[in-house]
């Protein structure tokens, strides 16, 4: 079985801070993650995703994420905030391997606030 | 090119009726998914298809609903006898193959029981 926690459903930041948003998971055998963002009234768009390469992955739009194996987290970063971030933003795990028929388990999403 | 597409919309439907939604993946791509977000919720995978082989139904929450796909195309949701607490927002997506690669999302339809 696996999950995904994602700490805080809203995080607000004023322009130009960091973002951090916080992303644990729980998985029997290592797992693939993901971060997607959902633009108002868009589908779905991968920002990033971890498959056992480098541990630090960065994706669009400047974000970057880290795998963390110790503490089973996957926060997602980004150094300064623009108002075109504003979204939500949901973390994702897949335990299959390549081949393996699996949807992705999501966390409830965290709504990204940007104050100007 | 063109991405993942879904019709309707959007779909207002009395509790009891029947309705029927239908994605239409990237060209090429053998694997479809189909996912339920309940307002304020993550997204729930419902069923996965790869190919011809026998699709993953474990996400399906109950017998009224069924999906099909004819071989890499098309796919259809169907939920049978609609309840409220179906009220939701589908949606699809495809990647090229099933696993890591990438999933692309279609707008998804708004799926209103009243």
């Known amino acids: 079985a696996q999950s995904v926690t994602q700490l805080g459903s809203h995080v607000s930041v004023s322009e130009g801070a960091l973002v951090l948003l916080r992303c644990n998971y729980s998985s029997s055998v290592p797992p693939y993650l993901f971060w997607y963002v959902q633009y108002p009234n868009q589908g779905l768009q991968l920002l990033l995703k971890y498959t056992s390469a480098a541990t630090l992955v960065k994706g669009i739009n400047g974000f970057e994420a880290e795998f963390k194996k110790s503490e089973t987290s996957f926060h997602l970063t980004k150094p300064s905030a623009h108002m075109r971030d504003a979204a939500e933003y949901f973390c994702?795990?897949?335990?299959?391997?390549?081949?393996?028929?699996?949807?992705?388990?999501f966390g409830k999403g965290t709504h990204l606030i940007i104050q100007p | 090119g063109a991405g993942v597409s879904q019709s309707p919309s959007n779909k207002v439907t009395e509790k009891g009726k029947d309705v029927e939604l239908r994605c239409d993946p990237i060209s090429g791509h053998t694997a479809l998914y189909w996912y339920r977000q309940r307002l304020g919720q993550g997204l729930e995978f419902l069923i996965y298809f790869q190919g011809n082989s026998a699709p993953d139904k474990s996400g399906l929450p109950s017998d009224r609903f069924s999906a099909e796909r004819t071989g890499e195309s098309v796919s259809t949701l169907t939920i049978q006898r609609t309840q409220q607490e179906d009220s939701a927002v589908y949606l699809c997506a495809s990647s090229f193959r099933g696993g890591t690669y990438e999933q692309y999302f279609g707008p998804g339809t708004r799926l209103t029981v009243t």
């Open positions: 994702a795990v897949s335990s299959r391997q390549g081949g393996g028929a699996d949807g992705l388990t």
